[in-house]
């Protein structure tokens, strides 16, 4: 994130930047299962979205006590290593489209031939491939999972189904890709966290990460990609942590930190325009952008609507005060505690976000006006092609 730290708060950033979109989880609850438009759904991204590739002895450093309550208290009743009281907004989607909640692709015990889908998330994964991040001596990136680690683990699955490319196995492609909707989580914010205070400039992280997103799906569309969705970044600076960490003086009018939210802003910007082109590349797809930026920022400008109380302040944390949130003791640590209705709280544990707030979001994609096209249009594409 583009914040303007002083140098002790960078030592303070530096050591808990890691825990940033972390949730490790490996549980296979199920959806009621019914008519569904789909037979399955792919998801890729960062820890938004993993639902097990990474745990505590894999992943990010911080936060190792994930796996404690009060980490999955909401829905689950036990920790599920997801970095939040309960679903994530992957799940929502799951649960919306009547299909089980996606098994981890790295989880030996999911079977990557059973409906329903997999997940190829990776909490801490960048847009940008990792041996980027070392040749420029950017220490804060130890996961060696990208966006590519992801596509290559996901061309291994498509072969174990004879789908090589859309010329050579064209009815292999077509089994799979019409029957599956392709879901990008956001991807894209460890990126511009991983080099900052490095000699790149934001401009060139930009410029890398959205050029990595575009032929990521440049490859998925040339298979056969049909049904897909992209989401943006969230607005960072409201983020708990960046809250903490920022000089009071960098607010913008949401009272998040600005300069980090225009960060965002900018990368969704170009993140739209590349989409646009995909989509006249490739007509015979949906391309749907899930606009993550502005769905968050209005439950920030009405939050009683969506029965939330507060809004920068972490439900499990340490400390009290305005945002109850101290690195030094995290979200299921022993010192650590927990309020008792995190449905009225948007940030969980300082970095992520409430099962509340996934399901906000998650409802602003599928039956809101936050996709572009609405997601409606592209269920209905489907329905047509039968």
């Known amino acids: 994130m583009a914040i303007a730290f002083t140098f002790s708060s960078f030592q303070i950033f530096t050591t808990t930047i890691l825990l940033i979109f972390s949730p490790y989880c490996s549980v296979y609850a199920k959806a009621t299962t019914h008519s569904n438009p789909f037979k399955n759904v792919y998801a890729f991204g960062d820890s938004y979205t993993d639902t097990g ?132 989580g956001e991807i894209g914010a460890n990126d511009y966290a991983y080099s900052f205070t490095s000699s790149v400039p934001t401009n060139t992280i930009q410029q890398l990460a959205i050029n990595s997103v575009t032929a990521f799906l440049q490859e998925l569309l040339k298979k056969g990609a049909k049904y897909v969705v992209v989401q943006g970044l969230p607005p960072t600076g409201c983020l708990t942590l960046s809250m903490y960490l920022a000089p009071s003086n960098d607010r913008d009018d949401m009272g998040c930190v600005g300069n980090a939210n225009k960060q965002s802003y900018n990368h969704n910007t170009a993140l739209k325009a590349k989409l646009n ?43 009290g005060g305005t945002y109850n949130f101290n690195y030094l003791n995290a979200c299921g640590s022993q010192s650590s505690t927990s309020c008792d209705n995190p449905s009225q709280y948007i940030n969980w544990d300082g970095v992520h976000l409430t099962e509340a707030m996934y399901k906000a979001m998650a409802d602003a994609y599928l039956n809101g006006n936050y996709s572009q096209p609405p997601f409606s249009y592209l269920l209905s594409k489907k329905q047509q092609s039968g």
């Open 277 to 319: 082109v995909l989509k006249k590349q490739f007509p015979n797809s949906v391309i749907v952008y899930a606009d993550y930026y502005s769905a968050y920022l209005t439950v920030i400008k009405n939050p009683h609507k969506y029965g939330f109380k507060e809004l920068f302040k972490v439900c499990c944390g340490y400390g």
């Open 53 to 184: 590739n990474t745990r505590s002895n894999t992943g990010p450093n911080g936060f190792t006590f994930v796996s404690n309550l009060p980490y999955g208290s909401t829905f689950f009743h036990r920790p599920t290593n997801r970095y939040s009281d309960g679903r994530l907004m992957i799940d929502f989607v799951a649960q919306a489209l009547s299909l089980p909640f996606l098994p981890p692709y790295l989880d030996p015990m999911a079977d990557d031939k059973s409906p329903g889908g997999v997940n190829f998330a990776v909490a801490g994964s960048t847009a940008i491939i990792h041996s980027f991040f070392k040749m420029n001596n950017m220490t804060l990136d130890i996961t060696p999972q990208s966006l590519q680690t992801q596509l290559g683990w996901f061309n291994k699955l498509l072969q174990s189904k004879g789908c090589k490319d859309s010329t050579t196995s064209p009815k292999e492609c077509k089994a799979v890709f019409d029957e599956a909707l392709i879901w990008v």
